[in-house]
């Protein structure tokens, strides 16, 4: 693997508009804290929480379904937080809509022992041609873009990029980072890594002026020759 063979993550980290899929109005839900997070964080492009009950969630207007989204071309990133059994068709309906890149947050895949159904998310990744972070991760934080579609609130920008498996370590290496003065470039908890990994997530920071140092927390790899 060389940088110009790896993908370009431009949508992911300076997206122009967030759709979160399976916003929540109820407070302590995982819809309602990454639609919070991306409000509160200071996100500057337009931001669409999807639900089907449609009316309003922290001030924004609520778009009752994917299909109503603006586009295609609008929505560059979209954070799906909904039933495991729902994503991979959502997957086909952002990509009509344009959508380039997805976060799935929703777990219950491979790592609940519903192996067919992680499949079923390949295949639609493969079909569809959207590169995915997730499933059953903690979100991504890119403090350039002043993005936070994770938890907890992240905003402080620093020179460490965080790269973690686990979303628990994730958050805890990043809220250290941000006590101690130091902030992050970005964060990325990768989960299930159906489709995006470390070695995408490396070659991109590698790129990125406001990157200086990488830390990983690496639990095994699929591809030991393309990580190193």
């Known amino acids: 693997m060389t940088l110009s063979q790896t993908a370009d993550l431009s949508c992911l980290f300076e997206p122009r508009a967030v759709a979160v899929i399976g916003a929540s109005g109820s407070p302590g839900k995982t819809g309602h804290t990454i639609l919070r997070n991306i409000i509160d964080g200071g996100f500057p492009g337009a931001v669409y929480p999807v639900n089907p009950r449609g009316g309003e969630i922290l001030g924004r207007p609520v778009v009752t379904s994917v299909g109503e989204l603006p586009g295609p071309g609008?929505?560059?990133?979209?954070?799906?937080?909904?039933?495991?059994?729902?994503?991979?068709?959502?997957?086909?309906?952002?990509?009509?809509?344009?959508?380039?890149?997805?976060?799935?947050?929703?777990?219950?895949?491979?790592?609940?022992?519903?192996?067919?159904?992680?499949?079923?998310l390949n295949t639609a990744i493969a079909k569809t041609g959207l590169r995915v972070i997730g499933p059953n991760c903690q979100g991504v934080v890119a403090t350039g873009a002043r993005l936070c579609a994770s938890?907890?609130?992240?905003?402080?920008?620093?020179?460490?990029?965080?790269?973690?498996?686990?979303?628990?370590?994730?958050?805890?290496?990043?809220?250290?980072?941000?006590?101690?003065?130091?902030g992050v470039s970005g964060v990325v908890s990768l989960g299930n890594r159906a489709d995006l990994d470390e070695a995408d997530l490396i070659a991109h920071f590698s790129r990125d002026p406001g990157t200086a140092a990488v830390a990983l927390y690496v639990e095994g790899l699929a591809d030991g020759r393309r990580f190193m």
Request: aromatic letters at 6%; glycine letters at 12%; charged letters at 20%.
């Open 151 to 182: 938890w907890p609130l992240t905003t402080r920008k620093g020179p460490i990029a965080v790269i973690s498996q686990s979303g628990t370590v994730a958050a805890a290496v990043a809220g250290w980072a941000e006590s101690e003065g130091f």
């Open 74 to 120: 609008e929505v560059d990133l979209a954070v799906v937080v909904i039933p495991a059994a729902a994503v991979p068709g959502a997957l086909f309906e952002l990509a009509e809509r344009g959508v380039k890149v997805a976060i799935i947050i929703s777990g219950g895949f491979r790592e609940a022992g519903n192996d067919a159904l992680e499949v079923e």
